[in-house]
């Protein structure tokens, strides 16, 4: 990526900076409103599987619009994507400040991810470029550290704000911020890019959309229809069958708008596949543990919030951490002990009650991200390490649209597994308790009977679906023992070049 490249080997600092804080007021945008789900749900009147969607729909975007990153990172320079980007971001931020309906405010959120989508891949192929393989575990280190900071202070902040003003005011705090970013990147960046001769394939763009769209939308759609709705089942198989199209044709192009020949080295696939099994896993806890604490225990938002800073603060001081181990060590120890940890600390998550302890909840979930640390970054880094320099900008928008995509489909199953689980739960729960009545309850009674009923019942189906969170990252860490350090592509392919000419250069001597 030329406008990357400086006359001599030092990093584009600058550019770095400028990117790092677009990505972080990003993040800080997605944890922000995680704690603000339950308020936004009793505001606007709606339910956990609609609310759901705020967070869907975000991936949703974001699934549909990676895929274009690749073409649009060599395309353009730096300075007009980030600008498009962060532009989108902050035009959709004013909107969902202002919304009083939910449609509007499902607006917003997309209108924000559609800028998000292309700020993450843009950092992450600046990095891959600017940093040699051998110091690219350190630069990502700092580079998590940074952007772990915005889980560490989003959920405490959101549940601040919350509990003192509505919270539309999550929206009109980041306002600003993105406007002044806006201006320092309007200001600092002036990179330049080669004209490049890319056609967008806008077929390849339909069928992506179609069916990473298809997908997600069915999935989301479970928890409020059914399984057995046509609508749910239908736009999977639309979806699948849009992706299986998608996938032929992008193998038969020379200029694929996602090169799925990335999976022809086989650390960048296993990292692949470990990534989105492990965001299946995760993703479900945002939205699990903040319906938790607050619909079910009455828990504050604030002290909802300050439930995550610890292990979101541990997070983001081990990422420079890993980073360096990684160096030394590789993936593979990083992958093993992180999974473990995760696996434990989410069957830790089955075994909720309506009495555990707040010291309990902070325990689990600290050290569940001390885990966490472990295995995102090292595992991606060590898969992006085996692809040579011409596929990053393919490598890292595969990675995000397949993390996105794992990630919604994750969230949207936990939430269908949770709301089906608490339906059954809940007639089972009802026929029992009317079996053992023994003379004709009072009408505040049978009130009271149907409240403890549906608190149990969520109880029972939270813990239901963090059980089979367990089993999904039991997967990613049965694969994780398959990582080997990468080498990178373009030292291998260099060295067969160079033996292939020595023995051409023998032959000809002879």
Known sequence: ???????????????????????????????????????????????????????????????????????????????HIFLAAIGLFTVGTILAGFAHVFPLLL??????????????????????VSFPVEKRGAAMGVFGLILMFAPAIGPTLSGWIVEHYDWRMLFHFITPIAIVVLLIGLFLLKDKKEKVTLRLDFLSVILSSIGFG????????AGSKGWDSPEVYGTIMVGI?????????????????????????PMFALSSVIAMVVNMALFSGMILLPIYTQNLRGISPMDAGLLLMPGAIL????????????????????????????????????????????????????????????????????GLNQLPKRLYPHGTAMNNTLNQVAGAIGTALMVTIMSNRTESEAKELGTAAMQHLTAEPTKEAIAQMKQQIMAQAMLNGINYSFLIATFIAAIALVLSFFIKRATPADDLEGKSQASGKKVANKLAEN
């Open 1 to 79: 990526m030329d406008q990357t490249k400086k006359q001599t080997n030092r990093p584009p600092y600058g550019i770095i900076a400028v990117l790092m804080v677009g990505a972080f007021i990003s993040f800080l945008n997605n944890t922000l409103l995680n704690i603000a789900l339950p308020s936004i749900m009793k505001d606007l009147n709606i339910e956990a599987s609609t609310v759901q969607w705020l967070t869907t729909g975000f991936m949703l975007v974001n699934g549909v619009l990676i895929p274009i990153s690749a073409y649009l990172i060599q395309k353009f320079s730096v300075r």
């Open 315 to 382: 997070m983001a001081f081990m990422s420079p951490v890993t980073g360096k181990l990684f160096d030394k060590i590789g993936g593979r120890i990083l992958a093993v002990t992180g999974l473990t940890i995760i696996v434990v600390t989410t069957y830790a998550f089955s075994k909720l009650t309506l009495e555990t302890t707040y010291t309990h909840l902070i325990i689990i979930y600290s050290v569940r991200m001390l885990g966490m640390s472990m295995v995102m970054m090292p595992v991606s880094t060590n």
């Open 214 to 221: 298809g997908i997600l939308y069915g999935f989301s759609s």
């Open 107 to 128: 607006g917003g959120r997309m209108l924000q991810a559609s800028g998000s989508a292309i700020l993450m891949p843009l950092l992450m192929n600046v990095m891959l």
């Open 241 to 265: 069958i849009s992706l299986i199209i998608f996938v032929l044709r992008q193998l038969k192009k020379e200029s694929p708008l996602l090169n799925f020949r990335v999976y022809k080295y």
